[in-house]
Antibody, heavy 127, light 110 residues
Framework: QLQLQESGPGLVKPSETLSLTCTVSGGSISSSSYYWGWIRQPPGKGLEWIGSIYYSGSTYYNPSLKSRVTISVDTSKNQFSLKLSSVTAADTAVYYC???????????????????WGQGTLVTVSS | NFMLTQPHSVSESPGKTVTISCTRSSGSIASNYVQWYQQRPGSAPTTVIYEDNQRPSGVPDRFSGSIDSSSNSASLTISGLKTEDEADYYCQSYDSSNLVFGGGTKLTVL
């Protein structure tokens, strides 16, 4: 079955750029039915959508993070990646990647739902 | 932008029925589908309801979803509660510019 696995540094210094990669196995990232998304969860808090990407490279971002976020895709490696710049302690969170199903009746990728999710990776922002 | 507001916590006994609400702050709850996720401690979320009231395969029919336009809210109802249902539950919806999660509800099965 489809599995997703996040990877990247667990510690990032303030003002630097957080970089994570999600590797998809058991299925192709080039499937026409799906976007691929990033969601984060600060310790003890709720979920926040960061953004999603289609295999063609089309992206949609949370407006509150858009100025600092870049999501990219590498279909040859079946991976997609997240970069979040100018991080602060408020960016400390478990970062999840997930398959993002967007039905045809939705324009863009702000709708739909996420399934399955990766196990998540904790990124701490600290000097 | 809109927000989805959930109760911080609910509790109920095994075998009983519990309902978790999710109220949309602006825009009609009926205009954009609502999803519900279950997150057990230390695990990633899983989908229990999509498109207001649809269950993914493998999710028991004890889980059901609904919307109420009069209160502009969605609800997740779990009947025949089991101790394994103890988890955090999140609603999620969207508009043309953003995808939003509710703050989450901690369900305790006493």
């Amino acid at each position: 079955q489809l599995q997703l696995q996040e990877s990247g540094p667990g510690l990032v210094k303030p003002s630097e750029t957080l970089s994570l990669t999600c590797t998809v196995s058991g299925g192709s990232i080039s499937s026409s039915s799906y976007y691929w998304g990033w969601i984060r969860q600060p310790p003890g808090k709720g979920l926040e959508w960061i953004g999603s990407i289609y295999y063609s490279g089309s992206t949609y971002y949370n407006p509150s993070l858009k100025s600092r976020v870049t999501i990219s895709v590498d279909t040859s490696k079946n991976q997609f990646s997240l970069k979040l710049s100018s991080v602060t302690a408020a960016d400390t969170a478990v970062y999840y990647c997930a398959r993002h199903f967007v039905p045809e009746y939705i324009v863009g990728a702000t709708g739909g739902w996420f399934d399955p999710w990766g196990q998540g990776t904790l990124v701490t922002v600290s000097s | 932008n809109f927000m989805l507001t959930q109760p911080h916590s609910v509790s109920e006994s095994p075998g009983k029925t519990v309902t978790i609400s999710c109220t949309r702050s602006s825009g009609s709850i009926a205009s954009n589908y609502v999803q519900w996720y279950q997150q057990r401690p230390g695990s990633a979320p899983t989908t229990v309801i999509y498109e207001d009231n649809q269950r993914p395969s493998g999710v028991p029919d004890r889980f059901s979803g609904s919307i109420d336009s009069s209160s502009n809210s969605a609800s997740l109802t779990i009947s025949g509660l089991k101790t394994e249902d103890e988890a955090d539950y999140y609603c999620q919806s969207y508009d043309s510019s953003n995808l939003v999660f509710g703050g989450g509800t901690k369900l305790t099965v006493l």
